[in-house]
């Protein structure tokens, strides 16, 4: 089953774009290392901050996305990328890259000038601590891991969907992430392990 007819058939053709929570209450918004800043007086970046948000949004994945089940990661780019190489995304994430099925399509959020990486695996496949840094880093030109691009405003937005049981994950940076509830039934199941 391709992308499109995930959305359609599980979610009403609703579109992956980064501001598709809105107005929507089966999404909730969380917020990262609250109270805390990026930065320390002295200009310096806040490390404590970066380890709470990196270890919050682990616990989360480790909920969402457990063991062998399979996880669909929607890499959505603003530019068009050559051979589906998305800024060295695969090699940075996946463990064993001949365990993926691999597709994509143009973005209909960036009326077709961007493009849709899709890679469907199993979680234990998926290296999260690197892709959690990778997200968290995305403000910030000089922290490493991070997607590779020349302009902040560039980095791929990253979509984790888990099939079986509808919930979407998009870690937008390192102030927060939504999660899409496809009923108030799971939504309460993950608020009571939280």
Same mark, same amino acid.
């Given at each position: ?41 002295? +200009? #310096? ?6 380890? =709470?948000?990196?270890?919050?949004? !682990?616990?989360? /994945?480790?909920? $969402? ?48 000038? +961007? #493009? ?6 199993? =979680?234990?496949?998926?290296?999260? !601590?690197?892709? /959690?840094?990778? $997200? ?59």
């Amino acid at each position: 089953m391709n992308l499109d007819q995930i959305m359609q058939d599980c979610y009403g053709g609703m579109a992956l774009e980064p501001q598709m929570w809105k107005n929507d209450p089966l999404f909730e918004l969380f917020d990262l290392a609250k109270d805390q800043y990026q930065f320390l007086e002295n +200009g #310096e970046y806040n490390e404590t901050m970066f380890s =709470s948000a990196r270890k919050e949004v !682990s616990v989360v /994945i480790n909920q $969402l996305f457990p063991g062998n089940q399979e996880v669909i990661i929607v890499i959505d780019t603003a530019s068009q990328t050559v051979n589906g190489k998305h800024h060295g995304f695969v090699r940075k994430i996946i463990k064993q890259r001949k365990s993926v099925i691999f597709s994509s399509h143009q973005s209909d959020y960036h009326k077709g000038e +961007g #493009e849709q990486l899709i890679l469907t695996t199993i =979680s234990q496949n998926i290296d999260w !601590s690197k892709l /959690i840094v990778c $997200l968290l880093n995305q403000d910030f030109l000089n922290r490493k891991p991070r997607f590779k691009t020349t302009k902040e405003a560039d980095y791929p937005s990253v979509y984790l969907i888990h099939p079986q049981n509808g919930i979407i994950l998009h870690v937008y940076d390192d102030r927060g992430y939504v999660i899409y509830f496809p009923d108030e039934v799971i939504k309460e199941a993950f608020e009571k392990q939280k």
